[in-house]
């Protein structure tokens, strides 16, 4: 139940994703070109994005749990560190360059082009490298918001 | 339909996307924690596996359903695509986020430290597409 769930989740993000224009690295570099023909799509994906969780996660916390799993796992880490930052900063420079972050990379797959599979190995190369540094904040969790 | 309300519809998609795996399985929709967590071995492989065959089903739904992914071609050759992906790869770990779990379900939940992430994140990534598209003149397109 809880797959089928998350496959649910799934598709919605990557219909969500695909209808924002997330998936067309040429929209995403068109509103991250301040000074190009400025393309404010972005903006709207995110409006929506955000309004939608802030109001659909105060609900779905009223409950004690999630409908089906013991707890809510929620980000415990309230340190404002340079790991942070300098990892902001990195993918920032990532995404500013190819117009690709995780999501609209992961959906772009079964489009099978050869660059995005490069990426996306890539991506998981990188992903494989940060987790050899030590990390202070490894797997903190906290039970409810 | 008008690109911005088709894209106002895909943020309220991907929200509910967040919202259902917070009420059902109490986990943030972050991409990079989520399929980042298979690489560095975390539990509960299998939600994880099944979210991503989801986002990867979903345009192909798009695709049988309209005749169009929505999947835009690669902008940049493939070097940059390979220096982009290590950056983003190795950024969302250390940082321990990205434009979905940080922008979206951190900005949500009014997280400091996911508002100081996106606004460093998209500070950079505008930065980087003006000195790759009028510094560099488009480097690699």
Not at chain 1, 37 to 42: D, E, K, Q, T
Not at chain 2, 99 to 104: A, E, L, N, Q, R
Request: overall charge positive; aromatic content about 10%.
């Amino acid at each position: 139940m809880k797959a089928w769930t998350a496959l649910l989740a799934g598709v919605l993000f990557g219909l969500g994703l695909t209808l924002a224009g997330m998936t067309q690295p040429a929209v995403v570099l068109g509103f991250l070109d301040l000074a190009g023909a400025w393309n404010p799509r972005l903006v709207f994906v995110m409006a929506g994005a955000v309004v939608t969780t802030a109001i659909g996660y105060r609900w779905v916390w009223r409950g004690q749990r999630p409908w089906l799993d013991a707890s809510f796992q929620l980000p415990a880490v309230r340190r404002i560190d340079g790991r942070l930052l300098l990892g902001a900063a990195l993918f920032g420079i990532g995404w500013g360059i190819a117009g690709y972050c995780p999501g609209p990379a992961l959906a772009s797959l079964g489009a099978g082009l050869a660059p995005v599979f490069l990426l996306v190995a890539m991506m998981v190369l990188g992903w494989w490298l940060a987790a050899r540094l030590p990390d202070r904040n490894a797997d903190a969790n906290e039970v409810k918001p | 339909m008008h690109p911005w309300l088709l894209s106002a519809i895909g943020g309220v998609l991907i929200g509910l996307s967040a919202v259902l795996l917070m009420g059902a399985l109490g986990r943030i929709a972050g991409i990079s924690g989520i399929a980042g967590g298979l690489v560095v071995g975390a539990g509960d492989r299998a939600w994880r596996i099944a979210f991503i065959v989801g986002l990867v089903a979903g345009p192909w739904l798009l695709q049988w359903w309209q005749g169009d992914s929505g999947i835009g071609l690669p902008q940049v050759r493939w070097p940059w695509m390979a220096l982009a992906g290590l950056l983003v790869g190795f950024g969302t770990r250390l940082g321990g986020g990205c434009t979905s779990g940080h922008g979206v379900c951190g900005i949500a939940r009014l997280s400091p430290r996911s508002l100081l992430a996106t606004a460093v994140f998209v500070a950079t990534s505008m930065a980087t597409a003006f000195v790759m598209r009028h510094m560099l003149g488009g480097a690699g397109a």
